[in-house]
């Protein structure tokens, strides 16, 4: 038997089909019955029934029968996703059919003669290889010179398409026989001749589309923006310089001269004291969103006293996700830009992390001062009360998404995101001293903030 053919989900009919499961059932991705539906899952659903002849496949794969038997949606979702198919399929059959993408059919088994449940995809959300080569359906940007084909995805969100709206005007915009709105985001675009120029972004506030806000585009580089990319291929963003993500150093350590071993001198009254450089061994790369991994309910986590203020705005927009686990719940918010997000998050809570530890064995057991800098400049001034070894590896050294909210701890995050990001130039460098009141001494040469003792 030759393997099934699975044509492609065109970006418009994708976009499309996600917009509908978004207005008629819940705004992807969501939670139901322990079962995360996305856009994934959605596509490659609508996938599965579209290369059968038919359109239609049994719910469940017949067992028990002396033939093989043909696969059903909870085996091609299995194979294709590697995800319990017998959990998933249905939860999105019922997802697909509430949107009215497919419907529940009985099918007849030729071989038992008894009939199973099934489901087909309704006809007006099917394709074949042709349709899915056509100009219309095609993003711009990939030899299509169709100047309306950048409607399959919108620039600004990236979810929704661009309807055509026709018979009404914008206010204070110069009368135009039409102008392009977003169906998720209701950004709005005007034509300008044979460009488009966005005027109007309802719900995002995303300070990269801010910059973009009444730029005169042609489709094609609109195209290219909704991508991610300008014409061509090119970045649409030069990678920022990266900066560690905290205010100012403290400015009160003065004087400070790094030695030829890589030590840096540090003037401590009639005497100059040493901090020597330790060895970080990174495992991984930069991890971000953390915070999506937090396991706790919205609802616990709104009765913490540092949340108080939130709950009034959860209760009024959100009420129906407080079951949702809190971290599902950030990553929904961030993945739909809106911003209310942040205010569960300490001021570094949505940085970048990494994980490492102290290289050298001989110094991890050491009390001392510990001193966070990047290049000359010192960030954090430590008294290291157990070990050094204690302060790295189990403080500093990684991040879990309790952390990274309001009731977190901001220092750890912040020197963590510090060392990660800013890998060549920032280190941590220590002062072996075991007396306490010597190591107080120290620290108080900082009289900036010292964010903990």
Sequence with gaps: MSATQFFPLSPEMFALACETVSRRVSRLPFLRSGVMVTGELLGVAMECLNAEFNKTLTLRT???????????????????????GKTAVPVIADVLCTAGIAETVEISDRFSHR???GIRLMSPWTWHAASAMTPLVRLQGSGNDDPLSWMSMCPVCRTGILNRV??????????????MECTHCGAKYIPVGTQFRLVSIAHVRDPLWRKNLDQTFSAETWSAIAQGTRPGGNPLVKAPSIKPPTPNPISSVRG?????DGSLSVPSGEKTLYFKPVTLNFSGGLKENIFTRAQTPLQEILKNPAFSHLVSPVNARYSRCLPLKSGIFLGQL????????????????DEKFGSFRLAEADVAEKRGVLMVAVNLSVFAVVNCKDSFGAEINNFFGRISPEDCFLNGESTRCRINALLSINRKDAGIYIHKNEHDDERQRIIELAKGDIPRD
Excluded: W
């Design 256 to 260: 400070i001269a790094r030695m030829k």
């Design 62 to 84: 017949p067992s028990n029968t002396a033939e093989k038997p043909q696969d059903g949606l909870d085996r091609c979702i299995e194979e294709r996703l590697k995800i319990p």
């Design 334 to 349: 961030k993945e739909r830009h809106d911003p209310f997000y942040r205010e569960f998050l300490h001021d570094y809570g």
């Design 166 to 179: 026709v018979g009404k005007q914008l206010f204070g915009i110069p009368h135009t026989d039409f102008y």
């Design 115 to 117: 009939t199973q449940n």
